[in-house]
């Protein structure tokens, strides 16, 4: 004996269950840092529950008999469960890593213009916070369509930097240990806006922080990139940004290491840009932090 | 062998019985041999005598919607072993009551027909919907008869009613019972089977070519292209995560309009038709934070209702970009440039502004380019089956209305962010240096991506965002401001009501218009 039942309503709980599933999997195990930016937590929970409300209620339907109900389109849905389950966000191995590669550091470089992320680096930091300069950085060369773009900002930012020269330093003052500077995740994308902006200032200081290994393909044999990748929003912006550093166990460093990395500010000319640079560094091994990237906080 | 059930519905005197009669009579059922009727309530012509010969038809009357329950179909198995159930089904009973009886397991609901009078029809779903929605929800087919002193396009009209109700369900009008297309599909059983047996072929088919084409990319193509999935895969699920708030609050908002709020105000602002209206009207979305998927049943009905059209246009062209989930998607979507929130929506308004201008100049009115006798429908949402009434009644019926568009919209969102993430991803690194150099080419490939991508206005500007590695911000703005106004699947809904060549003549103007407005931004921004 059977009974027709209301197949509909049968997907769309299945599909509302599965969502909340793989929401809350992201959730509890932390993996949803791999995709949107910590702020949208509340609004991941606050969906999480609607989406349960919208299941139960829809329990009651499922015996509301239907005929000739169109569940193909529910197809869609699909795509993005089952590429959750296949691909999900892996932790801090070197597969991750080359994803992120593939979209920062490695599609500059083979853009012929190995100089891009340096570059980028330099426009990002003379306008402190300006993701405007992110969107420029990949579609380097277009100095002359982003001429205006630029210069306006620059004057803006020099604006604003002539009132805050003061005590931009002195911001970082309080994380000093020993005469170090100890930059933590959360002060980071702060702290190397406000380094590339302003140079001048932080030259001759020593500071200290977590990085990645990365290599650049001008980069001299003794020198690479420790970086972190920055995240404004979700995973489609992210991008990776570094400082050149000099050392002479250099060869001893693998791609993507974890590492501690403690050096003293020098202005250093790459590519026609004045770039902060981290010399007399000193390396120790670095443990990978539960939230890899680093995310900006506007609001 | 299965035993077919076969649903006859509609009202009293819809001629559900004669057409059960022709039924008989027709050479559709020949390869039955017992039938039995189920019959409930009582028509005005009975079946004494119709079907004579070899065919054994047996009658059953039931007088009472409590003689349909979970033993109907099962004495019937017993006690006939019949290879056709046909039901003649009360129209005023509702029909998952039948749909949910237990059946034996050979047994299989084949078809479910609505019978309709022709000249009834509409005069009964604006007094009946609730009781004759369902019934059409459920329907393989609706059958009308009595249409012969209809007047021409009259039955276009009534097809289109009930596509909007249910766009799986065939209609159609009988001529000649034998030779109608659509009845012969339905009812010969050799048809069906070869049917669903192609069906499971073809799909067959394209499950194994997908199969075989991943496993060959995997195996040989890249040995990168793992990495290279899982690249796409993370871009498109975190433009769907931040997404999923958004949609449901767009969802929420939009169902709790539809049934709290009353358009009336605005609708007169609008109709005054003065300059004055045309700022009213570009900031009146402002109180209608609905998708514009949402908003295109709303332009139709003040259409509908002969509003301006200058006034209407520059309504529905602004009242994308003034929204506040809008605004608010922008700001989390931007945190860096909160400006950009307000970029957006001064540009929506001065697009909408200068369109309904233009418009107002050369004097195009409602009636020039609205479709004659159009009669708009919106009830698709209205079929939610409520429990309770009053301001509960109004709570769940917002809660379920919200349920449903976000199962609607999400379908366009996941679309859109597919394409977004597998666009930023594998877009050949020439390519993007190319459309990278031309700030010109990246608005052409903007206002492409406007048209075809078909985002909700909550929601696109997430996928805007997630461009930002490969476009500047004033195509990103572009792709954002205009795809609402363009997208090629509200076109599509609007050419419900207007015609082709006015949208035509829009989407020109609105592109003209856009191209003047961002090139002037590019200096600013």
């Not at chain 1, 930097?161 to 100890?182: L, R």
């Not at chain 2, 009579?25 to 028509?43: A, P, R, T």
């Not at chain 2, 105000?265 to 038709?273: E, L, N, P």
């Not at chain 2, 999400?410 to 679309?415: F, K, L, R």
Request: glycine residues 6%; charged residues 20%.
């Amino acid at each position: 004996m059977g009974r027709k039942k209301n197949m509909e309503a049968i997907v769309q709980v299945f599909i509302l269950i599965a969502i909340v599933c793989l929401l809350i999997d992201a959730m509890i195990s932390k993996k949803v840092n791999y995709y949107v930016h910590p702020r949208f937590y509340v609004g991941i929970w606050a969906s999480i529950t609607v989406l349960v409300l919208f299941a139960i209620s829809l329990i009651s339907k499922i015996k509301t008999a239907r005929h000739n109900v169109n569940i193909r389109h529910y197809v869609i849905f699909a795509i993005p469960l089952v590429a959750a389950l296949l691909f999900p966000a892996t932790g801090i191995n070197s597969k991750d890593m080359t994803i992120a590669n593939n979209n920062t550091v490695a599609s500059n470089s083979e853009q012929k213009n190995p100089n891009s992320e340096t570059d980028n680096n330099t426009i990002d930091g003379t306008n402190s916070d300006s993701y405007d300069s992110e969107s420029m950085t990949n579609e380097e060369a277009s100095a002359d369509v982003t001429d205006a773009t630029a210069s306006t900002q620059e004057n803006e930012q020099a604006n604003d930097i002539g009132e805050e020269t003061v005590d931009i330093y002195e911001k970082y003052a309080q994380y000093e240990v020993d005469g170090i500077m100890v930059i933590n995740d959360d002060i980071f994308a702060d702290w190397y806006c406000d380094v590339y902006g302003n140079l001048d200032e932080f030259v001759g200081k020593k500071c200290q922080y977590l990085a990645q290994v990365y290599s650049m393909e001008d980069f001299e044999e003794n020198q690479f990139l420790a970086g972190r990748y920055f995240m404004v929003c979700c995973a489609a912006d992210l991008v990776g940004y570094g400082i050149v550093c000099e050392s002479d166990i250099r060869s001893e460093l693998k791609d993507e290491e974890w590492i501690t990395v403690t050096g003293t500010i020098s202005e250093y000319e790459y590519s026609g840009y004045m770039v902060p640079r981290l010399t007399d560094v000193t390396i120790t091994e670095g443990e990978a932090p539960d939230v890899e990237y680093i995310y900006y906080n506007n609001y | 062998m299965a035993t077919y059930i076969d649903i006859i519905t509609g009202f009293l005197e819809s001629g559900k019985t004669t057409f059960i009669k022709e039924l008989l009579q027709s050479n559709y059922l020949e390869e039955f041999d017992k039938i039995i009727l189920v019959i409930c309530e009582e028509g005005f012509s009975d079946y004494e005598e119709e079907k004579p010969g070899e065919i054994h038809i047996k009658t059953l009357i039931l007088e009472n919607e409590s003689d349909l329950n979970d033993d109907l179909f099962i004495q019937i198995a017993e006690e006939y072993t019949p290879d056709l159930v046909l039901v003649e089904y009360n129209g005023t009973w509702s029909i998952s009551k039948i749909l949910g009886v237990r059946i034996p397991f050979e047994y299989k609901f084949r078809n479910v027909v609505f019978v309709s009078e022709a000249g009834n029809f509409r005069n009964q779903l604006s007094n009946m919907a609730t009781v004759m929605q369902p019934h059409i929800l459920n329907s393989d087919m609706v059958i009308f008869n009595r249409f012969e002193k209809l007047h021409q396009g009259m039955q276009k009209k009534l097809t289109r009613d009930i596509k909007n109700i249910n766009p799986r369900t065939r209609v159609t009008f009988i001529n000649e019972f034998e030779a109608d297309k659509i009845l012969k599909e339905r009812f010969m059983t050799f048809n069906n089977l070869e049917k669903t047996s192609m069906n499971f072929k073809m799909n067959l088919k394209v499950g194994i070519f997908l199969a075989f084409y991943f496993s060959l990319l995997l195996i040989c193509e890249f040995p990168n292209i793992y990495n290279y999935t899982q690249s796409i895969v993370t871009v498109f699920l975190s433009i769907l995560m931040q997404a999923i708030p958004f949609i449901l609050l767009g969802a929420f908002i939009s169902a709790g309009i539809q049934i709290f709020a009353s358009t009336g105000w605005i609708m007169k602002q609008i109709s005054k038709g003065s300059w004055y209206s045309f700022l009213i009207a570009s900031v009146a979305g402002f109180f209608m934070p609905i998708c514009d998927c949402g908003m295109v049943p709303i332009i139709s009905g003040l259409l509908k209702k002969e509003t301006p059209l200058p006034q209407t246009i520059t309504f529905w062209l602004s009242s994308s970009a003034v929204s506040p989930i809008v605004i608010i998607s922008m700001l989390y979507a931007f945190p860096e440039q909160p400006y950009l929130a307000v970029v957006r929506v001064i540009t929506g308004l001065m697009i909408g502004i200068m369109v309904g201008v233009i418009l107002k100049l050369i004097n195009l009115e409602t009636k020039d380019v609205t479709k004659e006798n159009q009669r708009v429908q919106n009830i698709g949402k209205d079929v939610l089956e409520l429990k309770y009434e009053g301001v509960k009644g109004k709570i769940e019926a917002v809660f379920a209305g919200a349920k449903v568009e976000f199962f609607r919209v999400a379908e366009y969102v996941i679309i859109g962010a597919l394409i977004s993430a597998v666009l930023q991803t594998i877009m050949p690194q020439t390519m993007k240096s190319f459309i990278g150099n031309n700030i010109v080419v990246q608005f052409i490939v903007m206002i492409a991506a406007a048209m075809l991508m078909s985002t909700c206005s909550t929601s696109n500007a997430f996928i805007g965002r997630s461009f930002s590695n490969n476009f500047s911000t004033v195509p990103i703005l572009a792709f954002i401001v205009m795809g609402p106004m363009l997208d090629l699947k509200n076109m599509v809904m609007l050419s419900e009501i207007l015609k082709k060549r006015f949208l035509l003549f829009l989407a020109t103007l609105v592109i003209i218009e856009s191209t003047i407005v961002f090139g002037a931004l590019s200096f600013f921004l």
